[in-house]
């Protein structure tokens, strides 16, 4: 079945400093939403892309989907402590099941 | 509603008892989703309605599990003879439509089972 792999699992990094969290599935995608989740919290839906190639901003976060639209990425610029959190790949994959298989998260700690 | 409310937002059980949890998903959502999310890791896609009926069973870990919605809102998960290795956070969303759009979060019922 349809896999979605998110790497790396844990990133650990100086307040001000660059993130990236890498999302793979072993299928092409329809679309791929990213969440994010707070310490002790629930997911929040973050974004959207459905076009092969698309690139959104919000702010300092920039998600990408890539041409073949079986990855994505979500960077971070000059990350800030309320960047904490886990954050999640989410995609449904073409012409089959219309179920939304989530990564398993990347873990992101910032320190001050 | 304002949201997805899901309860009781704690449940503390021994094991071999039954469990029932509650979601009330956001007013006008005909998806909803149940997942299971334990310590630390990611989710676990457990099941979805569209409307009222199931057409994915599949992520239920085994029999003991079932899950009903009626009236195309309210949906409670039953964990029937709970074990230990059931304890983790249970979390519903709805959507307005099934999967591709935005799941919407509940704040989770947080099991424990002793």
């Known amino acids: 079945g349809q896999q979605v792999m998110q790497i790396p699992q844990y990133q650990h990094v100086q307040e001000g400093e660059d993130f990236t969290t890498y999302c793979n599935s072993s299928t092409t995608l329809s679309n791929i939403q990213w969440y994010k989740q707070r310490p002790g919290g629930h997911p929040v839906f973050l974004i959207q892309l459905v076009k092969s190639g698309e690139v959104k901003k919000q702010k300092r976060l920039t998600f990408q989907f890539g041409e073949a639209k079986k990855n994505s990425s979500l960077h971070i610029t000059a990350t800030q402590t309320t960047d904490v959190g886990t954050y999640f790949c989410?995609?449904?994959?073409?012409?089959?099941?219309?179920?939304?298989?989530f990564g398993k998260g990347t873990k992101l700690t910032v320190n001050p | 509603g304002a949201g997805v409310s899901q309860s009781p937002s704690n449940k503390v059980t021994e094991k071999g008892k039954d469990v029932e949890l509650r979601c009330d998903p956001i007013?006008?959502?005909?998806?909803l989703y149940w997942y299971r999310q334990s310590l630390g890791q990611g989710l676990e896609f457990l099941i979805y309605f569209q409307g009222n009926s199931a057409p994915d069973k599949s992520g239920l870990p085994s029999d003991r599990f079932s899950a009903e919605r009626t009236g195309g809102s309210v949906s409670t998960l039953t964990i029937q003879r709970t074990q230990q290795e059931d304890s983790a956070v249970y979390l519903c969303?709805?959507?307005?439509?099934?999967?591709?759009?935005?799941?919407?979060f509940g704040p989770g019922t947080r099991l424990l089972v002793l």
């Open positions: 969303a709805s959507s307005l439509v099934w999967s591709v759009e935005t799941q919407y």
């Open positions: 989410a995609g449904i994959g073409q012409g089959g099941s219309e179920k939304l298989v």
């Open positions: 007013s006008g959502h005909t998806a």
